[in-house]
């Protein structure tokens, strides 16, 4: 799941003496300030006007009668106070907006104490199992957008009880200018099985970036998947990938670094295993595909779809969209591996 969600930037700080209190006020990196016409209209909330000659003056009127937000234009020395009695309203993205503080050289402060909700936009994955779409939102306004995205699980092993990786949750602070465009990779989970010694599909990563040029904003890992004996390894919220936990280091995988995808050695796989797929990166895939059909395959990239990678003939453990990898299958003599999750790894 990811979610955008609408802030304001702040950076310059003031603080006001009340009669009672000190109360926080910080200025709007943008002029504007965007709100819910329906938290105005309907929860008890009252906008005035008065005089007020300088920023402090403005503020230190707002202190007194607790506002949430202010206005001030020193030019016509006007103060325009919003009080905002009621912060918890429930959200939907294609609600109307309301703009303060358009006019010319007008300054907007918030109280960094009082909070009300922003519109906000709310992707989920758009499919399941190792095919997906990438979504698209378009950005109206000029402003500081906070961005969080989490990355998928990998697939369980029901039978065991093992439980695959949780995909890593990563948030940042975004500015974004009107009409730029963003892709968002919604990552989905791996495929779970329900065989004894099959390990679960990769958990897909879900990614942020900018369309016209494919500019990385963010990138969650996911998680990877369980193998009958062990959960699966947690995401990365990092640059780095983790490796895997092998029965032996020789035959272990290794995450990847600095946003290149992971990396197996297919040839050291025990004689009686079946290998899981490695997870994609931002930057590729991995360099080595599956040795046959009964391994997992590597997710893929960015230039593949991030499609995630398939499971081992007869597995239903299939990397999760997202570049997760797939898992090895269970046969009547061979083991399964997990596949590992994609992201920024």
């Not at 919003?82 to 010319?104: E, W």
């Not at 003939?313 to 997202?322: A, I, K, L, P, R």
Request: aromatic content about 4%; charged content about 15%.
């Amino acid at each position: 799941m990811l979610f955008i969600i609408y802030i304001v930037c702040c950076s310059l700080v003031l603080r006001v003496q009340g009669t009672t209190s000190v109360r926080t006020y910080s200025v709007c990196s943008e002029q504007q300030l965007h709100m819910l016409k329906a938290v105005l209209n309907d929860y008890n909330n009252v906008t005035t006007t008065t005089k007020a000659t300088t920023v402090i003056d403005c503020l230190a009127k707002c202190q007194r009668v607790s506002c949430s937000a202010a206005v001030s234009v020193e030019s016509n020395a006007t103060c325009e106070m919003v009080t905002i009695a009621t912060a918890k309203l429930s959200i939907s993205a294609n609600q109307v907006q309301r703009v303060i503080g358009s006019q010319v050289g007008a300054k907007v402060w918030k109280a960094d104490d009082s909070d009300w909700p922003s519109p906000a936009v709310q992707l989920r994955n758009s499919s399941t199992g190792r095919n997906g779409s990438i979504q698209s939102v378009l950005i109206n306004t000029t402003g500081c957008y906070l961005i969080r995205a989490a990355g998928a699980r990998g697939g369980d092993n029901l039978l065991t009880n093992t439980s695959g990786g949780q995909g890593a949750q990563v948030s940042a602070r975004v500015n974004l200018t009107a009409g730029t465009q963003l892709s968002i990779v919604v990552g989905q989970m791996g495929g779970s099985t329900s065989l004894d010694y099959e390990g679960g599909g990769g958990g897909g990563g879900s990614f942020v970036y900018r369309t016209v040029d494919q500019l990385l904003l963010l990138a969650a890992g996911g998680g990877g998947g369980a193998s009958w004996n062990r959960n699966g390894q947690q995401g990365e919220a990092g640059r780095n990938g983790s490796d895997s936990k092998g029965a032996k280091s020789a035959h272990a995988g290794f995450g990847g670094t600095n946003g290149q995808p992971g990396s197996n050695s297919p040839a050291s796989t025990p004689s009686k295993s079946n290998h899981g797929g490695c997870g994609a990166g931002w930057l590729g895939r991995a360099v080595s595909p599956r040795r046959s059909s009964s391994d997992g395959e590597r997710g893929g990239s960015l230039a593949d779809g991030l499609v995630g990678g398939s499971a081992g003939d007869g597995s239903v453990c299939h990397g999760g969209f997202g570049g997760g990898g797939g898992g090895g299958s269970r046969t009547s003599s061979l083991k399964g591996a997990p596949g590992a999750g994609g992201g920024f790894s």
